[in-house]
Nanobody, 121 residues
């Protein structure tokens, strides 16, 4: 089993910056894609993801403002959030996926507990 520990959330003024971190621990062998999600209209939707090989994906609303990165040795993913807006206020959840131990099994998905990001106007 994998545990995801998030940190870096907080309160910031509009236009400010925050850096989120998420460190995976436990049985982390083979972890591939990691990233960040938030709640939108009651659904957990993508903010940004990054594969083990550095391929990134961003929500249109954060392109040019947020940057995702990772440290494979530490199995840690980061989200640098710049020029934050009040609409960015949400709980941000760390995500990681791990290939199955056999080809017959399904991949495993892991979620952090979430870290609150609040942007004041």
């Amino acid at each position: 089993q994998v545990q995801l520990a998030e940190s870096g959330g907080g309160l910031v003024q509009a236009g400010g910056s925050l850096r989120l971190s998420c460190a995976a621990s436990g049985r982390t062998f083979g972890i591939d894609t990691m990233g960040w999600y938030r709640q939108v209209s009651g659904k957990r939707e993508l903010v940004a993801t990054i594969s083990r090989h550095g391929i990134t994906d961003y929500a249109d609303s954060v392109k040019g403002r947020f940057t995702i990165s990772r440290d494979n040795a530490k199995v840690t993913v980061y989200l640098e959030m710049n020029r934050l807006k009040p609409v960015d206020t949400d709980v941000y959840y760390c995500y990681a996926e791990q290939p199955p131990p056999t080809v017959e099994a399904y991949k495993t998905e892991y979620w952090g507990q979430g870290t609150q990001v609040t942007v004041s106007s």
